[in-house]
């Protein structure tokens, strides 16, 4: 069974701070790799998709990385902003079944 | 990007009565539908998967009989909480997933039963 791991659970940074978000995952047999973000009483915005072929995904200040044999995934953001304030989901889904396994989620605060 | 809605955003009923959820793929077509349930401050759960034109598939402890699951069209899917109780209130967020980009989520719907 998957379980997801995200590390740390909570972190506060200032504004304009590069920082890194940690994901790992038991089963390395993992098909897809999807970042989300959650704001507080939302559903999820979709940030990045890292497919079984793929090693990483940018988008603008985002990256994701995704390394099946070590079980992790990271995603960077560079030079946070207030904005992007909000809990951030990673989820990995084994074989083609379509099932996302979630983890508990990191949530970020970006201090002005 | 592709969109899912929800309907309602948020409900609060009674005990024992039922509730029904709607999720709607907007500008795809999502043969397959999964709902998932969030309590505070925890993460998703999976509790069934819908398939258009079949029954779903509950995952483990999730009583289907409870949680009544209907994909009737290949743009909507519903789930009903029947004989609702307080324990029921959480968050009920849809998905749907479109091969080359992913999953999509509908904005979720705020259960509180009273």
């Known amino acids: 069974k998957q379980e997801v791991t995200q590390i740390p659970a909570a972190l506060s940074v200032p504004e304009g701070e590069n920082l890194v978000l940690n994901c790992s995952f038991t089963d390395s047999a993992i098909y897809n790799l999807q970042w989300f973000r959650q704001d507080p009483g939302k559903g999820l915005t979709s940030l990045l998709l890292?497919?079984?072929?793929?090693r990483e995904q940018t988008s603008g200040r985002l990256n994701a990385s995704l390394d099946k044999s070590s079980g992790r995934s990271t995603l960077y953001i560079a030079a946070s902003q207030p904005g992007d304030s909000a809990t951030y989901l990673c989820?990995?889904?084994?074989?083609?079944?379509?099932?996302?396994?979630f983890g508990k989620g990191t949530l970020l605060t970006v201090n002005p | 990007g592709a969109v899912v809605s929800q309907h309602p955003s948020w409900v609060i009923c009674k005990s024992g009565t039922s509730v029904k959820i709607e999720c709607r793929s907007l500008d795809f077509q999502a043969t397959t539908m999964f709902w998932y349930r969030q309590f505070p401050k925890q993460s998703l759960m999976l509790m069934a998967t819908?398939?258009?034109?079949?029954?779903?598939?509950?995952e483990q402890g999730v009583e289907k009989d409870k949680f009544l699951i209907n994909h009737a069209s290949l743009t909507l899917s519903t789930l009903t909480v029947t004989s609702a109780h307080p324990e029921d209130s959480s968050f009920y967020i849809c998905s749907a997933k479109i091969a080359t980009s992913g999953w999509y989520f509908g904005p979720g719907t705020r259960l509180t039963v009273t």
């Open positions: 819908s398939n258009e034109g079949s029954k779903a598939t509950y």
């Open positions: 989820a990995g889904a084994g074989g083609s079944n379509y099932k996302l396994t």
């Open positions: 890292i497919q079984s072929s793929q």
